[in-house]
């Protein structure tokens, strides 16, 4: 659309040739400019829902605007000197923008189903005085965490359905349901889910973290508000360094380099009132519920 809109601008006797059409302009070119805006904002207005992630949007436009190349096609196809040769570079747009439009809006119904399912958490006991933090969540395809480690408890992984890569020290283990794993204190980890499927664990921490809880909950829910990669990432620098901080994840290797911006961005962020703000939206509601 970007070439077509500025090839109308820069070259509109060539444009309408490539279009199917032949008028007489005797030098005006006021509809080709016309024509040739349009199909540069068209473009320009795909490509910015493109690079910002926007499928619904890009769904919707692209299948409303199969009317586009639709009606391109029936007028180039009235006039008696085009024959269906002509036509073809409007059907192949009318089969693209339709197709590709439902694809997408199809891909966001199954995006919006999958944030969903890796949104799931419960907390069967909560951290106090001498009782563990007992957590069940998903964990969904390629979801995963580097390498860390924590110094304030242990964390024991039990795999209740599906199967969870974990690695510990300088092993690589491959749970499977009904297997656990405990990772002691200061022990380098990291867990991945390598299948095509979601992987269901209970996490079990000795002595209980309600920092931990709330660092699982807000990331679960910033996942199911597509905040969050695939990876279960938070896409904002100052939540991810909010969720190491909560987390008590020790950072290893050359990631270490960058630990004293994450602390400095976790406390700018808890300053800024960023933690309150998720704590309400996504540990508050949470707690109440859960009462």
């Known amino acids: 659309?970007?070439?077509?809109?500025?090839?109308?601008?820069?070259?509109?006797?060539?444009?309408?040739?490539g279009y199917g059409i032949h008028f007489s302009e005797q030098g005006d070119y006021s509809f080709h400019y016309i024509k040739g805006i349009r199909d540069l904002f068209s473009g320009l207005l795909i490509c910015t829902l493109v690079l910002s992630r926007q499928t619904k949007a890009l769904g919707i436009t692209l299948f409303i605007g199969t009317m586009i190349p639709l009606a391109d096609m029936l007028i180039v196809l009235g006039k008696d000197y085009n024959g269906i040769t002509q036509a073809i570079p409007h059907i192949s747009a009318i089969i693209i923008c339709f197709s590709c439009g439902i694809y997408f809006l199809i891909n966001r119904k199954k995006q919006k189903a999958n944030n969903d399912n890796r949104g799931f958490i419960?907390?069967?006991?909560?951290?106090?005085?001498?009782?563990?933090?007992?957590?069940?969540?998903s964990i969904g395809p390629n979801e995963k965490t580097p390498w860390h480690y924590h110094n304030l408890f242990s964390e024991s992984f039990e795999v209740m359905d599906g199967e969870l890569e974990v690695g510990k020290n300088n092993e690589v283990l491959q749970l499977k349901a009904g297997e656990i794993v405990t990772i002691q204190p200061d022990e380098k980890h990291y867990f991945n889910n390598i299948s095509n499927d979601e992987c269901l664990v209970k996490v079990t921490l000795t002595p209980g973290n309600k920092n931990f809880e709330k660092a699982l909950l807000i990331s679960k829910g910033l996942a199911k508000d597509g905040q969050a990669s695939t990876a279960g990432t938070p896409k904002r620098i100052a939540d991810l360094a909010l969720f190491v901080y909560l987390n008590n994840s020790g950072m290893v290797g050359f990631q270490k380099i960058a630990a004293p911006l994450f602390d400095w961005l976790a406390r700018r962020a808890i300053k800024n009132g960023r933690l309150k703000e998720l704590e309400l939206k996504y540990y508050g509601i949470y707690m109440a519920l859960s009462v």
Do not use: N, Y
């Open 1 to 17: 659309m970007i070439f077509i809109g500025a090839r109308f601008l820069l070259s509109p006797e060539m444009a309408e040739a």
């Open 122 to 137: 419960k907390i069967i006991q909560s951290a106090s005085p001498g009782k563990d933090s007992v957590i069940e969540f």
